[in-house]
């Protein structure tokens, strides 16, 4: 069965710092990767995906994630983070059923 | 554009009582619909879908149910809540046939079962 997990459940980090959040997934074909944003008060909207081609990703808001196939990663960065980056992040999955599994999501609390 | 609307935003209810939370998608048509459940310090766990009208595949056993009376409006629903029903409920819609399937997300409805 698939599945991901998110390493990190909450993280704190002061403004400029440099974010990188785990996503590691279990699927033996072929998938589609995605990473969702919920900003407080707001819809879960799509941050990046990646579908095939280049696996360094280039999402909104200067983020951007790295698909390595042989660890089943998908990593989520940014290298430097604002204080408005503050949101529940969720790394999520798509195998050939067409269904979505997500992770356990991660809080990211970003002190100005 | 495409919008998908949900309500209510937050419900209490009481043990036992009945539950319909109602979805509906405006500006396209026969959208792949979907309804997911956050409980806390869990991800999102897909409870149902549905391709079409009147066509609902369930995910998990549960006390709930969906359905799809019209092509853009997808309701879930309970005859007897459970405490453990208590969560973010949030709908879906993604593009039928589309080799991308990125599903857009309602602003969610939060139910607490008392």
């Known amino acids: 069965a698939q599945s991901v997990s998110q390493h990190n459940h909450h993280v704190i980090l002061s403004e400029a710092a440099s974010l990188e959040l785990g996503c590691n997934y279990s699927?033996?074909?072929?998938?589609?990767l995605f990473w969702y944003v919920q900003y407080p008060g707001q819809h879960l909207q799509l941050l990046l995906k990646?579908?095939?081609?280049?696996?360094l990703v280039k999402g909104i808001k200067g983020f951007e994630a790295e698909f390595i196939k042989s660890k089943f990663s998908f990593n989520l960065r940014k290298p430097s983070v604002q204080w408005s980056d503050t949101a529940e992040y969720f790394c999520?999955?798509?195998?050939?059923?067409?269904?979505?599994?997500f992770g356990q999501g991660t809080t990211l609390q970003v002190k100005p | 554009s495409q919008t998908i609307h949900q309500w209510p935003a937050t419900l209490v209810q009481p043990v036992g009582s009945p539950l319909s939370l109602e979805c509906t998608v405006e500006?396209?048509?026969?959208?792949?619909l979907y309804w997911y459940r956050q409980a806390a310090g869990r991800g999102l766990q897909l409870l149902f879908y549905?391709?079409?009208?009147?066509?609902i595949s369930s995910e998990v056993p549960q006390n709930l149910s969906a359905s799809r009376p019209q092509d853009r409006q997808f309701i879930l629903s309970s005859k007897k809540l459970l405490l453990s029903d208590s969560g973010f409920y949030l709908c879906?819609?993604?593009?039928?046939?589309?080799?991308?399937?990125?599903?857009?997300f309602g602003p969610g409805t939060r139910l607490t079962v008392l």
């Open positions: 879906a819609w993604s593009v039928q046939g589309s080799s991308y399937n990125e599903q857009f």
């Open positions: 549905s391709v079409g009208i009147g066509q």
């Open positions: 990646y579908f095939s081609g280049d696996p």
């Open positions: 500006g396209t048509s026969n959208p792949n």
């Open positions: 999520a999955v798509m195998g050939n059923t067409g269904k979505l599994i």
């Open positions: 699927y033996g074909g072929t998938v589609n």
